[in-house]
C-alpha cells in the first residue's frame, strides 16, 4: 500500500510522501457506513429470523423453529412458486424476447431502414425501464381493470367480447396478467445491451455468412448468438436476481391477491413485518430469499469477471 | 411498449363525464385539465416532486462521492483483499431490501431518524455507492499509472492526485453514475413506503403507490396521477438517453 515495493531501498532525501496516508484510508467513510445501513442490519436480521418477536417487547428465542415452521408453510412455498414465474417473465422470455429484437433491430432495420429508426425503436423499448414501478402499475392496473379497463373496451371494440377477463382479479388469470406486464417492463435491459454487444461484435462474420446465403434464421442462431454469449449469461443472471426480489409490482398491482394468487416471497416477508406483526418469522422469509439471491449473485459474479478476461 | 402511455395521456384529459360515456378508447373531444388539477391538489403533487428531488439528488451526488473514495483505494490504491472488497460492495447491492427493512425501521426509530427524507438518503447512499463502486473500481483500475506517477513527482499528495487528477479524467463515468443513481433512487419503493409515512416527506413513487393500494381515485383520476408520474421519468428519458444506454452496456459487460 506504500508507494515503494516492499523490498525496495528508500533513497534518501526522495521521499516526499513519507507520512502520508495509506490508501486503505480511503476507504474508511466507506466502511462505517456499509456497517451502519447494510452490515448490523443485515446480522440483526438473521437474528431476528432465529426468534419468535411481534416487533415490540422483548423476543423470545426460536432457534431454527421459523425455518421449520417456513418448510411447512404452504402459503411460503406458493409465493416461491410465483417466484419461478416471474423468472420466465422477467429473466427468460426477456432475454429471449429481447435477442430476436436487438438481432432485427441491428441487422435488419439498422441496415434496411436506418441507424435512427433503430435508436428510437431500442428507446421506445427500453422507456419502462425508467418508469417507476408505482408508475407503471397505476397504468397496467387501469388497463386490465373488469369494468372500463381499456383492454376489456379493446376486445369489445374488435368483436371479441367473449374474451373479456377481470384480468387481476381473477385467480386462475392473475398471475399470467402480471407476468404480462413484468415483460413489458423488462424487455428493454437486454435489448439494450444485447444491442450493445452486438456493436463490438465483428461484422465481416456476418457479412460472410450472408454471401454464402445462410437464411435470417440461421445467420442469428450459428454467428449473433455466439457472438454475445457473455452478455446473454449475464443479462439472465442479473435478471433473475431482479425476478427474485420483484415486490413494486406486485404492491402495486394486485397486494398478493387474489388469495394469494400473485403472492411472491418479498411481499409475503413484507406482509409478516408490517401487517401480520409476525417479524421473526418474515426475517426467517427474507433470510432464505437472501441466501438464494447471493448464491447466484456470486455465480453472476464469476461469469462477469470470465467474461471480461476474454 | 409506448402504445399504454399514449392511451394513459388521452384519458388522462376527459372529463369523468365523457369518459364514461365514451370508454377509454375514443378520442378527447377537448383539453379538460381538472382531472389533473384536482389530483395534484389533492396529493399535493409539488411537495411530493420536490421530496423526491430532493432525496434522488442528495443521493445521486454523496453516492458518487463515496463511490470515488471507495473506488481510488481499490482501483488506484490496490489495497490489500481487493476481490475480496469488492465482491462484498456487489453483494451488498444485491441484497434483497426485505433483509435489510425491519432492522433498519427498528434502528431509525431509536436514532429518531424514522419518517425524515434524511434516514432515506442515508440508506440508498450506502446501497447506490455499492454498485459505483465496483463499476468505477474496474474504471480506475485502468488508470494509465504513469499519470498518477507524474502527479506524484510533482509533489502531489493522495488527496490532491485524487481531486485534481482521477476524478475530473473520471467525469464520462461520473456522470454516467449521478444519472443511475438519480433514476434508481427516484424509482425505489419498498424502503421509503416503510420509513416516510408521513405525507409532507412522501417521494411520488410512494404517493402514487399507496393512492393506487386504497383504490380511491376514479378512472379520470387514476390517469391524471399515472400521467404525472410518468412525466418526470420521460423528462430524465429524453434528456439522459444517450447517458443511459451507455451506462447499461458499461454494467453490463464492465
Known amino acids: ?310 | 411498449m409506448v402504445l399504454p402511455f399514449l392511451v394513459v395521456a388521452l384519458n388522462a384529459v376527459k372529463s369523468p363525464a365523457e369518459y364514461s360515456a365514451n370508454g377509454p378508447l375514443s378520442l378527447p373531444e377537448g383539453i379538460h385539465l381538472d382531472g389533473l388539477r384536482d389530483f395534484w391538489q389533492r396529493v399535493d403533487f409539488g411537495q411530493k416532486l420536490f421530496n423526491s428531488a430532493l432525496i434522488s439528488g442528495s443521493v445521486a451526488v454523496l453516492a458518487a462521492l463515496l463511490s470515488v473514495l471507495n473506488a481510488y483505494a481499490i482501483g488506484i490504491g490496490r489495497v490489500r483483499g481487493r476481490p475480496w472488497v469488492l465482491a462484498f460492495f456487489v453483494l451488498a447491492n444485491m441484497l434483497p431490501q426485505e433483509a435489510l427493512v425491519y432492522p433498519v425501521y427498528y434502528l431509525s426509530k431509536q436514532v429518531g431518524l424514522y419518517d425524515t427524507r434524511l434516514s432515506v438518503i442515508i440508506v440508498f447512499t450506502v446501497i447506490q455507492s455499492a454498485f459505483g463502486t465496483y463499476l468505477l473500481s474496474s474504471v480506475l483500475g485502468a488508470f494509465p499509472k504513469e499519470v498518477i506517477e507524474a502527479a506524484r513527482i510533482d509533489g502531489a499528495n493522495k488527496w490532491q492526485v485524487l481531486w485534481r487528477v482521477v476524478v475530473p479524467v473520471s467525469r464520462p463515468t461520473l456522470g454516467v453514475l449521478l444519472v443511475f443513481f438519480f433514476i434508481w433512487t427516484w424509482n425505489e419503493f419498498l424502503l421509503p413506503l416503510v420509513m416516510l409515512i408521513s405525507n409532507d416527506n412522501q417521494t411520488v413513487s410512494v404517493a402514487l403507490g399507496v393512492l393506487q393500494g386504497q383504490r380511491l381515485m376514479d378512472a379520470t383520476m387514476t390517469n391524471a396521477a399515472a400521467l404525472l408520474g410518468v412525466l418526470p421519468a420521460f423528462c430524465f428519458f429524453l434528456i439522459f438517453q444517450r447517458t443511459l444506454t451507455r451506462g447499461i452496456a458499461m454494467g453490463a459487460v464492465k
Not at chain 1, 435512427?116 to 428507446?123: E, F, Q
Not at chain 1, 450493445?196 to 460472410?208: K, M, T, W
Open chain 1, 1 to 310: 500500500m506504500s508507494t515503494h515495493s516492499p523490498g525496495a531501498p528508500r533513497l534518501p532525501g526522495r521521499s516526499p510522501h513519507r507520512r502520508e496516508y495509506p490508501y486503505a484510508l480511503f476507504l474508511l467513510p466507506g466502511a462505517l457506513a456499509f456497517l451502519a445501513v447494510i452490515v448490523v442490519p443485515f446480522l440483526m436480521n438473521t437474528g431476528i429470523s432465529l426468534t419468535h418477536w411481534q416487533g415490540v417487547g422483548s423476543p423470545k428465542w426460536a432457534g431454527l423453529d421459523n425455518y421449520r415452521a417456513l418448510l411447512d408453510d404452504s402459503a411460503f412455498w406458493e409465493s416461491f412458486r410465483h417466484s419461478l414465474a416471474m423468472v420466465v417473465a422477467m429473466a427468460v422470455l426477456p432475454t429471449a424476447l429481447g435477442l430476436v429484437l436487438a438481432a432485427a433491430l441491428f441487422d435488419y432495420i439498422a441496415k434496411h431502414i436506418g441507424s435512427r429508426t433503430a435508436s428510437v425503436l431500442r428507446a421506445c423499448f427500453y422507456l419502462p425501464q425508467v418508469l417507476p414501478i408505482a408508475v407503471a402499475g397505476i397504468v397496467w392496473s387501469w388497463i386490465l381493470a373488469p369494468e372500463g379497463g381499456a383492454l376489456n373496451e379493446a376486445l369489445n371494440a374488435v368483436g371479441l367480447g367473449s374474451l373479456r377477463h377481470d384480468w387481476l382479479g381473477d385467480p386462475d388469470f392473475a398471475l399470467y396478467s402480471v407476468m404480462a406486464v413484468m415483460v413489458w417492463v423488462q424487455l428493454g435491459f437486454p435489448l439494450v445491451v444485447f444491442m450493445a454487444g452486438l456493436q463490438r461484435a465483428d461484422p465481416s462474420l456476418h457479412e460472410a455468412a450472408e454471401l454464402d446465403g445462410a437464411s435470417w434464421w440461421r445467420r442469428f442462431w450459428h454467428v449473433t448468438l455466439p457472438q454475445i454469449r457473455p452478455e446473454i449469461s449475464v443479462v439472465l443472471l442479473w435478471c433473475t436476481i431482479a425476478a427474485l426480489k420483484v415486490f413494486g409490482a406486485v404492491y402495486v398491482l394486485t397486494k398478493g391477491g387474489p388469495g394469494g394468487a400473485t403472492n411472491v416471497p418479498s411481499y409475503f416477508s413484507f406482509q409478516s413485518f408490517f401487517e401480520k406483526t409476525q417479524v421473526g418469522y418474515g426475517s426467517a422469509v427474507s433470510t432464505a430469499l437472501t441466501v438464494i439471491i447471493l448464491a447466484l449473485a456470486l455465480v453472476a459474479l464469476r461469469l462477469q469477471t470470465r467474461a471480461e478476461d476474454q
